[in-house]
């Protein structure tokens, strides 16, 4: 199991990445790896707090297609949204050849205001049991979640 940590500032003030992120990420991320993201559920709390569950399909990298003899990945993420501390929850289910069925990834996300209310600094954490092989592989597939995170904020803010 292994743990990975990282943070981004992005040129959006917090209010607006937070509800692009939780209220409008279908509609509004175009990367070339993410083929489709659906909403398949939204139920908003007594307390507030937003749950969401979306499915993505993407492709995979050249050399994780090597691998796997697959060109995609699929994956669940069911996300709780935490009005209240600026903070996204979330588990993710990886459907690929690579993984074994007792896979799991956990994370969360927090938001805070950052460069004098004109950005936001996000601070990402996940953690992953991918039942594979090698350690070394969790962290490398840690790192490629982290780095796809990261380049979501950043195709956000720069749209």
Not at 140 to 146: A, D, F, Q, S, T
Request: aromatic share 6%; net charge neutral.
């Amino acid at each position: 199991m292994k743990t990975v940590k990282t943070s981004v500032i992005v040129r959006l003030p917090v209010e607006k990445i937070w509800r692009l992120m939780r209220d409008d990420l279908p509609n509004v991320l175009s990367l070339d790896n993410i083929s489709e993201i659906v909403e398949m559920e939204r139920t908003v709390a007594d307390c507030g707090s937003v749950l969401t569950v979306r499915n993505w399909s993407a492709t995979l990298p050249k050399f994780a297609q090597l691998v796997s003899n697959s060109t995609s990945i699929k994956w669940t993420d069911s996300s709780v949204w935490h009005n209240d501390r600026l903070k996204c929850d979330w588990t993710i289910a990886i459907t690929s050849p690579l993984l074994e069925e007792n896979s799991s990834c956990v994370g969360s996300a927090t938001y805070e205001s950052a460069l004098a209310g004109k950005g936001t600094k996000v601070g990402l954490q996940t953690t992953l049991s991918l039942g594979i092989a090698k350690e070394s592989n969790e962290l490398l597939v840690g790192e490629l979640i982290i780095a796809n995170f990261s380049k979501v904020l950043r195709t956000i803010s720069d749209s």
